[in-house]
């Protein structure tokens, strides 16, 4: 696994959201309270930018047709869609990124 770092811890307030791309991944950083999350950018709906949707209780709502997605697993909260696809949160010193297969 190889660290990807995408930002500084101290930038990580609460409400922080940030769009990335790294290679051809499109990922999304982001707080809410205590949690750091990390995201496909993009709904496995209708390929909706989610870097704008609302988090509530480690689920992310799409904009576009409030689907729910559970931010731990990807599942889509009532299980008629794909998964979003989530990524490993890691920390380095100063640094928070994701964990990526090469
Ligand atoms: S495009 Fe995201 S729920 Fe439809």
Same mark, same amino acid.
């Given at each position: 696994?190889r660290?990807?770092?995408?930002?500084k811890?101290?930038?990580?307030?609460? &409400?922080?959201?940030?769009?990335?791309k790294i290679?051809?991944?499109?990922?999304?950083?982001?707080?809410?309270?205590?949690?750091?999350?990390a995201?496909s $950018?993009?709904?496995?709906?209708?390929?909706q930018?989610?870097?704008?949707?609302?988090?509530?209780?480690g689920?992310?709502?799409?904009?576009?047709?409030n689907?729910?997605?559970?931010?731990?697993?990807g599942?889509h909260i009532?299980?008629?869609? $794909?998964?979003?696809?989530?990524?490993?949160?890691?920390?380095? &010193?100063?640094?928070?990124?994701?964990?990526? $297969?090469?």
């Amino acid at each position: 696994m190889r660290f990807q770092r995408l930002d500084k811890l101290i930038n990580i307030e609460d &409400g922080y959201r940030r769009r990335f791309k790294i290679d051809s991944l499109d990922v999304v950083l982001a707080r809410e309270g205590d949690d750091v999350t990390a995201f496909s $950018a993009v709904c496995p709906h209708q390929e909706q930018p989610l870097e704008d949707g609302c988090i509530e209780n480690g689920v992310i709502y799409c904009p576009r047709h409030n689907y729910g997605f559970d931010l731990r697993t990807g599942q889509h909260i009532e299980q008629q869609c $794909a998964s979003l696809t989530i990524y490993t949160v890691h920390y380095e &010193g100063n640094d928070v990124g994701i964990l990526m $297969a090469y």
